[in-house]
């Protein structure tokens, strides 16, 4: 079975050192929306990616960022994530 990888629109500002020395502290402050579908889906056992090259799917609750935009216009598919879905 195929297992798919995904790339978290916000990947790169969330993993991005805090100026005050603090690693990954931007995983928090960046939002916690972030973060839950980051972990949501490795609960579902999808693979996740910090570079987007690498990525099946993009996925994003918000707006894509200049990148992932990118790479969706290209062609990757995107999983828009919401908890207001209805």
Known sequence: MYIYTLYFSGTKDALTQ??????????????IYFNDDRMAFKQME???TENLAEADAVV????LDEESLAAVQAGTPYVAADDSVD
């Open 60 to 63: 994003g609750g918000s707006t």
């Open 18 to 31: 805090n100026p005050d020395g603090f690693l990954y502290d931007n995983l928090v402050t960046i939002g």
């Open 46 to 48: 999808f693979n996740t």
